[in-house]
């Protein structure tokens, strides 16, 4: 996840769309940060999409896959299949004129040649910038795939490995290592899934093919300056389909604003350098806003007739405020910091366990936007230190809804008033306010949580 199909977060796109699609704060879109549709999550989460025509494109590998040659999901009119052929057409020409800008950027001649000669799109990148997967994943299915034992072996395993390179992270900038560690274990299971496309070749497509080639532009000209420097060499560059590499899966204008040289080689190597992998990822995290000391957040119990409309990323209280409205660390201890802000999440609704999320979690939120993700990274992080499971059940009866579903569920919130969006089957913080509206009108927990059962009182009504 940093970074996959979703929103902007420090220039990464967002790792998932996943059925905590609720989780995230805004309607999904595409593609958001690293490691996401970009790292092996997309295999967890999505789907290619890829059906109907076959034209093929070249890989960076050099082998070819191939492109649907559909119109894409999202109706933009760069997405048509007639749109992605003519700018597949013109692609020498768009990457051609790129020269006077990767100029200013003091790439030479000689390296835009070098890197650019023979580049070629690859096409079935359309189908997955505009994916849009028929099932999605609940946030106790995610955690379950990502935190689990064998991903916690392998975590201890590489904190004990290259302690020296994490002691001198944490000293340097303040982050807590079991964080890093778990970053790294999430999004590339510690280095065993990275992606083997042409980070080069895949900005270079985005940037010249399809509906996000100002953002793509940027990346891809990054990715150039990389090259250019020498920090990587193109072998090394390979990564998800959106240009997330390495083991913490930095985009390459992150990468320029992040990375660092931890043991003065004279490269910023965070591909192959545990040093400056660790050191980077930790840099990422302090000047995003990393406290050091303090936690993410605290698992908590909800007491029952809560009003869930606090239940909101908006809406910051301290902790000794939650208390007095009837909260509890889940583990019966007290609260360190009763002064410290948070505000509650919720992502299974009131059947599911509630968190307190504090600044570091918010933080974490920053290297990718999805709830679900920082959830998973924060208790990770907990299991890696020593800490326990969480304490209260998932409701794991519940299903997650098909995008059919999804679809239906939105158009009904809007015939009822409480929907003001344009249906799309990806949830977020609209159609969460929406639900909660409607289940506050029939008298049930507003929660925002899209059981079957808030759709079947939906068709009802």
């Known amino acids: 996840m940093t970074r996959r199909t979703g929103r902007l977060a420090n220039g990464r796109m967002v ?22 549709p970009f790292s092996f999550l997309s295999n967890i989460f999505t789907g290619s999409g890829s059906n109907g025509a076959q034209p093929t494109a070249p890989v960076g590998n050099g082998a070819t896959q191939a492109w649907s040659g ?31 800008d990767a100029a200013r950027r003091n790439i030479s001649q000689e390296s835009f040649q070098r890197f650019t000669a023979g580049l070629s799109p690859d096409l079935h990148i359309m189908d997955f910038l505009d994916s849009q997967p028929e099932f999605t994943k609940s946030v106790w299915d995610y955690l ?4 689990n034992d064998n991903r916690l072996a392998k975590g201890r395993d590489i904190l004990a490995k290259y302690k020296p390179q994490f002691d001198a992270a944490e000293t340097a900038y303040g982050v807590d290592r079991h964080v890093i560690a778990a970053i790294w274990g999430i999004e590339s299971n510690y280095s065993t899934q990275v992606g083997d ?7 270079a497509t985005l940037a010249c093919i399809g509906r996000r080639q100002a953002y793509f532009k940027d990346e891809f000209l990054s990715a150039l300056e990389i090259l250019h420097h020498g920090d990587l060499r193109p072998e090394q ?47 990422n995290l302090k000047k995003d806003g990393w406290q050091p000391g303090e936690t993410w957040g ?34 019966g201890k007290p609260f360190l910091h009763p002064a410290e802000k948070a505000y509650l999440l919720a992502p299974a609704g009131a059947e ?54 999804r679809l239906e569920l939105q158009q009904l919130l809007s015939e009822r008033g409480f929907y003001r969006g344009t249906p799309d089957g990806q949830f977020g913080g609209e159609t969460r306010n929406a639900l909660r509206g409607f ?17 079947e009182r939906l068709r009802g009504h």
């Not at 496309?197 to 900005?203: E, G, K």
């Not at 366990?353 to 907990?382: T, W």
């Not at 289940?439 to 759709?455: E, K, N, R, T």
């Open 197 to 203: 496309r042409s980070v080069l070749q895949s900005t």
């Open 352 to 405: 599911g366990p509630g968190f307190l999320m504090l600044q570091n979690f918010r933080v974490i939120m920053k290297y990718n936007p999805a709830e679900a993700y920082a959830l998973a990274i924060g208790h990770f992080a907990d299991r890696l230190r020593g800490g326990a499971p969480f304490v209260q059940p998932w409701p794991r009866q519940e299903r997650e809804l098909s995008r059919a579903e």
């Open 144 to 147: 379950d795939i990502l935190v």
């Open 70 to 100: 559909e119109n894409g999901a999202s109706g933009h009119p760069l997405m048509t299949a007639s749109a992605i052929r003519d700018a597949a057409a013109n692609f020498d020409n768009c990457i051609a004129s790129m020269w006077p």
């Open 298 to 331: 605290y698992e908590v119990v909800v007491p029952p007739g809560f009003n869930y409309m606090l239940a909101d990323r908006a809406k910051l209280m301290t902790l000794s405020q939650w208390e007095h409205l009837g909260l509890k660390h889940a583990d």
């Open 237 to 283: 560059l390979r990564g998800s389909w959106a240009g997330a590499f390495g083991p913490t899966q930095f985009m390459p204008t992150a990468f320029k604003r992040y990375a660092v040289d931890a043991d003065g080689d004279g490269r910023r190597d965070v591909v192959d350098d545990p040093a400056d992998l660790i050191a980077s990822t930790a840099n």
């Open 15 to 36: 790792a998932v769309t996943l059925a905590a699609a609720l989780l995230l704060g805004g309607e999904a879109q595409a593609q958001s940060s690293g490691g996401g």
């Open 439 to 455: 289940q506050a009108s029939i008298g049930a927990p507003a929660d925002g949580f899209a059981s079957a059962d808030v759709l």
